[in-house]
């Protein structure tokens, strides 16, 4: 199909495809989104398939303004209301009891649903002009890293789509923090710009499940579906080396002296000692510009055909465990922790 590429200045647009039933690529603060009307199912269909995303795999419903959450969720208790109040609009997702107008094929036939209310201007925009809530999952290929960049979403979804909006890059680079409401102590399912000590400084005791270190055994139950699926994946194989960054770069150097198409994907601080190809993701002490960087870097090692990745672990405090979390996905969990080689 002909994809409509549009610029920011042609919302109107954008919102028009979207209440007539199309689904359109637009940005967010995060990564590209995919919206479609919340309420219209076949529009929905045409999202999982776009993507080839599992249909059991919820999706998020994007607000702009608050009062819009009740056309998708039956509760919004105190907590909620104080996570609103705090981080919204902004790079949090809150799960909730769904209301009965909210479509089974958004929440995967779950009784809950995941809203958010972003901060980015078109998506605000574009959310407004449709006059609905718009659902939009990450605008890439099921399993590919998520788009940040408008070149990353051309490559994954042009001629698969309605339109494009073009934002140019997305500020934060990782998705939005995911929280669950639904028990009494609010679960954090996936590590985002808003970090657990920001979240529970307004909530109090907050968990951070376990899935978001750990894979989880195969047939378990999961809080999230989307952490059952390989996920943020280049084509090469990616392993995470744990190590001081000399001991990073004889790894590296050493293992490319033995295999070929080896990609090191490592900070700034290490390329004076590295001898192989590499791609930075940002200084070692700035998770800000990891978060950033993290997704392009993992795109770019399929670009320059590298067979093996070997991404420098990031600190794990703030936004770095958002970066941690994507990094042992694409990883499919494989980290080395170099002090047990040496
Ligand atoms: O930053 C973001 O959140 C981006 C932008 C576009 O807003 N969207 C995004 O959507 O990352 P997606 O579909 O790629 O990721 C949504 C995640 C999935 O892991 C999904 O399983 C989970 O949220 N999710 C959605 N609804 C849920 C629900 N009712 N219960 C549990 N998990 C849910
Ligand atoms: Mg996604």
């Keep these: 199909m002909d994809t409509l590429i549009l610029n920011e200045n042609e919302n109107d647009k954008a919102a028009r495809i979207i209440k007539e039933g199309g689904i359109v690529g637009i940005p967010t603060e995060t990564v590209y989104g995919l919206a479609a009307n919340v309420f219209n199912s076949d529009a929905i269909k045409k999202i999982f398939l776009a993507k080839g995303r599992p249909s059991d795999n919820p999706l998020i419903v994007h607000i702009s303004k608050l009062e819009d959450v009740f056309k998708v969720v039956s509760v919004f208790n105190e907590k909620a209301k104080i996570l609103a109040n705090n981080f919204w609009p902004g790079p949090l997702t809150i799960i909730l009891p769904k209301n009965k107008q909210v479509p089974n094929i958004v929440t995967a036939g779950a009784d809950s649903v995941a809203v958010r209310f972003p901060s980015h201007p078109t998506a605000k925009k574009i959310i407004e002009l449709s006059g609905v809530p718009l659902v939009a999952p990450s605008a890439n290929l099921s399993g590919k890293p998520s788009t940040t960049k408008f070149s990353h979403v051309l490559e994954d979804l042009n001629g698969?789509?309605?339109?494009?909006?073009?934002?140019?890059?997305?500020?934060f680079g990782v998705e939005s923090t995911v929280i669950s409401l639904l028990e009494d102590v609010p679960v954090i399912l996936r590590p985002?710009?808003?970090?657990?000590g920001q979240i529970e400084k307004v909530i109090g005791n907050t968990l951070v499940d376990d899935s978001v270190f750990y894979k989880m055994e195969k047939d378990k139950p999961v809080l999230s579906p989307g952490v059952k699926y390989k996920h943020y994946s280049p084509d090469a194989e990616v392993i995470v080396l744990k190590g001081e960054r000399e001991n990073y770069a004889d790894f590296v150097n050493k293992i490319a002296g033995e295999k070929e198409g080896v990609l090191a994907?490592?900070?700034?601080?290490?390329?004076?000692?590295?001898?192989?190809?590499?791609?930075?993701?940002?200084?070692?002490?700035?998770?800000?510009?990891?978060?950033h960087n993290i997704f392009d870097g993992l795109r770019k090692a399929d670009k320059v055909c590298a067979k093996t990745v070997y991404v420098h672990y990031c600190d794990t405090d703030g936004l770095g465990l958002a970066v941690y979390n994507r990094l042992i996905r694409a990883a499919g969990f494989k980290v080395i922790d170099l002090k047990n080689k040496i």
């Design 160 to 171: 698969k789509v309605d339109a494009l909006v073009n934002g140019g890059d997305c500020k």
């Design 192 to 196: 985002g710009a808003i970090t657990p």
């Design 265 to 291: 994907l490592c900070f700034d601080e290490d390329i004076s000692l590295l001898s192989t190809p590499y791609i930075s993701y940002g200084s070692k002490s700035d998770s800000f510009s990891q978060a």
